[in-house]
């Protein structure tokens, strides 16, 4: 175990200097500024919340208070920032950029653009993807906590997204529950005839996107003229409790109206309590629950139903 984390520690350095390198933060000034880092964080901080407070600042960027304040007070000497008391609370200062502060920032915000943009420009849509979705896990993994929520996007699957469907499907239920691959070849079934002949008008597979990664699908197929049936719905566990799988139940919810079906059906198991939940929030009832075995273990199917 030592030996692993010692190589782990080394990777993730490895990266680091190397990812420091390539953005340029080692600079004495960022983006061939007057600036440092922080000094640029800083005004970026100020100019994304429109009013913000040192206190505010301090706690987002874990500067210490004595640092910052020298920082801000030379911003104010300077005419970048101004300070006004808060309504709500007489005892604090809202800040704000000034006109001379936002036509400082601008050209440096505008930099920070165009370098990016650089970045990715030799990679195609897809490794841009990747990369966006690879950045947006380490943050998830590292506890990061955005200011504002990135917005959770749902669209119809390209190449690549049904295979994404069986792996993550075959991986995780593996990992959480034990189930093997007769489960996997199961989900590979169900996904290999929805690409195979689905019937656009009356069925849709979803996929969850969030800051360019894939966190979340689900199907809604026929059963019948007037059943559909909601098949294989799933979340990264990085995006759960945040809204997803409700997201994707109301888009199946909503396509089968649409579609004039008049019931919805689903099959799951007694043990996905999050699923469950999802599905009980939506208005579906338990109608039935028989002992099935799923790669040699007892678990119970359930059939939940949803009058539309």
Same mark, same amino acid.
């Not at 841009?128 to 906590?145: I, K, N």
């Not at 997204?161 to 007769?182: N, Q, S, T």
């Not at 809204?243 to 008049?262: N, S």
């Given at each position: 175990?030592?030996?692993?984390?010692?190589?782990?520690?080394?990777?993730?350095?490895?990266?680091?200097?190397?990812?420091?390198?390539?953005?340029?933060?080692?600079?004495?000034?960022?983006?061939?500024?007057?600036?440092? *880092?922080?000094?640029?964080?800083?005004?970026?901080?100020?100019?994304?919340?429109?009013?913000?407070?040192?206190?505010?600042?301090?706690?987002?960027?874990?500067?210490?208070?004595?640092?910052? /304040?020298?920082?801000?007070?030379?911003?104010?000497?300077?005419?970048? $920032?101004?300070?006004?008391? /808060?309504?709500?609370?007489?005892?604090?200062?809202?800040?704000?950029?000034?006109?001379?502060?936002?036509?400082?920032?601008?050209?440096?915000?505008?930099?920070?653009?165009?370098?990016?943009?650089?970045?990715? /420009?030799?990679?195609?849509?897809?490794?841009?993807?990747?990369?966006?979705?690879?950045?947006?896990?380490?943050?998830? *993994?590292?506890?990061?906590?955005?200011?504002?929520?990135?917005?959770?996007?749902?669209?119809?699957?390209?190449?690549?997204?049904?295979?994404?469907?069986?792996?993550?499907?075959?991986?995780?239920?593996?990992?959480?529950?034990?189930?093997?691959?007769?489960?996997?070849?199961?989900?590979?079934?169900?996904?290999?005839?929805?690409?195979?002949?689905?019937?656009?008008?009356?069925?849709?597979?979803? $996929?969850?996107?969030?800051?360019?990664?894939?966190?979340?699908?689900?199907?809604?197929?026929?059963?019948?003229?007037?059943?559909?049936?909601?098949?294989?719905?799933?979340?990264?566990?990085?995006?759960?409790?945040?809204?997803?799988?409700?997201?994707?139940?109301?888009?199946?919810?909503?396509?089968?109206?649409?579609?004039?079906?008049?019931?919805?059906?689903?099959?799951?198991?007694?043990?996905?309590?999050?699923?469950?939940?999802?599905?009980?929030?939506?208005?579906?009832?338990?109608?039935?629950?028989?002992?099935?075995?799923? /790669?040699?273990?007892?678990?119970?199917?359930?059939?939940?139903?949803?009058?539309?």
């Amino acid at each position: 175990m030592g030996a692993a984390l010692d190589q782990r520690i080394a990777a993730v350095r490895r990266f680091n200097r190397f990812y420091t390198q390539r953005i340029g933060t080692l600079e004495e000034g960022l983006l061939g500024s007057p600036y440092s *880092l922080t000094e640029v964080r800083i005004l970026y901080e100020i100019s994304a919340r429109r009013t913000a407070t040192a206190t505010q600042l301090g706690a987002e960027l874990g500067l210490d208070p004595g640092y910052l /304040s020298r920082i801000l007070k030379a911003f104010r000497r300077g005419g970048l $920032i101004e300070r006004k008391r /808060s309504p709500e609370d007489g005892r604090a200062g809202l800040l704000s950029l000034t006109k001379k502060g936002k036509a400082t920032f601008a050209p440096l915000d505008g930099r920070s653009r165009e370098l990016v943009a650089q970045l990715l /420009s030799p990679l195609s849509q897809a490794d841009q993807d990747r990369l966006v979705g690879a950045m947006g896990t380490v943050g998830a *993994l590292l506890g990061e906590q955005d200011g504002v929520a990135s917005e959770v996007t749902l669209r119809p699957p390209r190449a690549g997204d049904l295979g994404w469907v069986v792996h993550r499907h075959g991986a995780l239920y593996a990992k959480e529950y034990g189930w093997g691959v007769d489960f996997e070849a199961l989900v590979a079934d169900v996904v290999a005839k929805f690409g195979a002949r689905h019937d656009p008008a009356r069925e849709r597979c979803w $996929i969850a996107e969030k800051d360019g990664a894939i966190v979340g699908s689900v199907f809604l197929v026929r059963k019948s003229a007037s059943v559909a049936k909601l098949r294989l719905l799933y979340v990264e566990p990085s995006a759960r409790g945040h809204g997803v799988g409700g997201r994707l139940v109301d888009a199946c919810v909503h396509f089968a109206r649409e579609a004039g079906y008049r019931r919805i059906t689903l099959w799951t198991q007694s043990n996905l309590g999050a699923a469950r939940r999802i599905y009980e929030r939506a208005g579906f009832v338990l109608t039935k629950s028989e002992p099935n075995r799923i /790669s040699g273990k007892e678990c119970t199917a359930e059939t939940w139903e949803l009058a539309l």
